[in-house]
T-cell receptor, first 115, second 113 residues
Framework: EAGVVQSPRYKIIEKKQPVAFWCNPISGHNTLYWYRQNLGQGPELLIRYENEEAVDDSQLPKDRFSAERLKGVDSTLKIQPAELGDSAVYLC?????????????FGQGTRLTVV | DQQVKQNSPSLSVQEGRISILNCDYTNSMFDYFLWYKKYPAEGPTFLISISSIKDKNEDGRFTVFLNKSAKHLSLHIVPSQPGDSAVYFCAGKPGVNTGKLIFGQGTTLQVKP
């Protein structure tokens, strides 16, 4: 079974440029997460989707970040314009969701470097 | 406000010995705690979890202990193997109505042959 797929794996852009990350979750997983991991830190949640609805985006910097999950499957995270401080690994994860505990499965991440 | 803390950035143990990774938390609303393992250039991989109503969960070489009064949990790996060398993240899930995880900073474990 395929895991969570993210692309690209690496991205280097100049500040003020836009960038987008793509995520394909595990088939059948209703819940999708975008996390950001800064160097030497643990992942921090940016946004969580239940199907196509964003149910927790309180940590998403909405002035420059946007996300969408059309049809409740794939998701895209966009930054426009990028700043130097956005350099980090952006992780997508998915889980079955619903009642009870289900663990989240992570993709390999996209390492963004803003120069 | 760091709700989950892993105060040891690194740990080195000999192959075959026990590895103990520690985690402290401040949020009493966590209903589950999880440990993830991360190899370089890969995403975190789920390792083991424990419900807040339990004090121990065991899965093969991995055991997690939860001390709610001390707001402390630990991951024991016995025996440690070189392939266990990775970064280990502790995470808490803040309530039944969310799948959100709050992670600690991670502890880098090195198991020496």
């Amino acid at each position: 079974e395929a895991g969570v797929v993210q692309s690209p794996r690496y991205k280097i852009i100049e500040k003020k440029q836009p960038v987008a990350f793509w995520c394909n979750p595990i088939s059948g997983h209703n819940t999708l997460y975008w996390y950001r991991q800064n160097l030497g830190q643990g992942p921090e949640l940016l946004i969580r989707y239940e199907n196509e609805e964003a149910v927790d985006d309180s940590q998403l910097p909405k002035d420059r970040f946007s996300a969408e999950r059309l049809k409740g499957v794939d998701s895209t995270l966009k930054i426009q314009p990028a700043e130097l401080g956005d350099s980090a690994v952006y992780l997508c994860a998915s889980s079955l969701g619903g009642q009870g505990f289900t663990e989240a499965f992570f993709g390999q991440g996209t390492r963004l470097t803003v120069v | 406000d760091q709700q989950v803390k892993q105060n040891s950035p690194s740990l080195s143990v000999q192959e075959g010995r026990i590895s103990i990774l520690n985690c402290d938390y401040t949020n009493s609303m966590f209903d589950y705690f999880l440990w993830y393992k991360k190899y370089p250039a890969e995403g975190p991989t789920f390792l083991i979890s424990i419900s807040s109503i339990k004090d121990k969960n065991e899965d093969g070489r991995f055991t997690v202990f939860l001390n709610k009064s001390a707001k402390h949990l630990s991951l024991h790996i016995v025996p440690s193997q070189p392939g266990d060398s990775a970064v280990y993240f502790c995470a808490g899930k803040p309530g039944v109505n969310t799948g959100k995880l709050i992670f600690g900073q991670g502890t880098t474990l090195q198991v020496k042959p």
